[in-house]
Nanobody, 124 residues
Framework: EVRLVESGGGLAQAGGSLRLSCAAS????????IAWFRQVPGKEREAVSC????????DYLDSVKGRFTISSDRSKSTVYLQMNNLTPDDAAVYYC?????????????????WGQGTQVTVSS
């Protein structure tokens, strides 16, 4: 059974940092692309970042470039999202998602496995 478990969300002040973790199990880590999405109530879910561990490629939403860094630890089957210089606009529920394949994709409908989400709150 494929499982994705997020952790690391919480409350941060504007300008602060949080690191999200996505622990994956039930599949061969390198065969999947893993992405972070976020969603605010009343808005569509948006792709924040994606990593292809096998090809070493990464993708970022324009608004987080230079502030967020995605990385992976194959030995732990875990993907991280380091979020620095947070703003209130970054507040959302963050989801980890996975899809089999070599390349990052942004459409949420393309992802076949999802975690339960973790709340990120940013105070101004």
């Amino acid at each position: 059974e494929v499982r994705l478990v997020e952790s690391g969300g919480g409350l941060a002040q504007a300008g602060g940092s949080l690191r999200l973790s996505c622990a994956a199990s039930g599949f061969t880590f390198g065969d999947y692309v893993i992405a972070w999405f976020r969603q605010v109530p009343g808005k569509e879910r948006e792709a924040v970042s994606c990593i292809s561990e096998e090809y070493g490629s990464k993708d970022y939403l324009d608004s987080v470039k230079g502030r967020f860094t995605i990385s992976s630890d194959r030995s732990k089957s875990t993907v991280y999202l380091q979020m620095n210089n947070l703003t209130p606009d970054d507040a959302a529920v963050y989801y980890c998602a996975a899809v089999s394949g070599p390349f990052c994709v942004r459409g949420d409908i393309l992802y076949t496995h999802w975690g339960q989400g973790t709340q990120v709150t940013v105070s101004s």
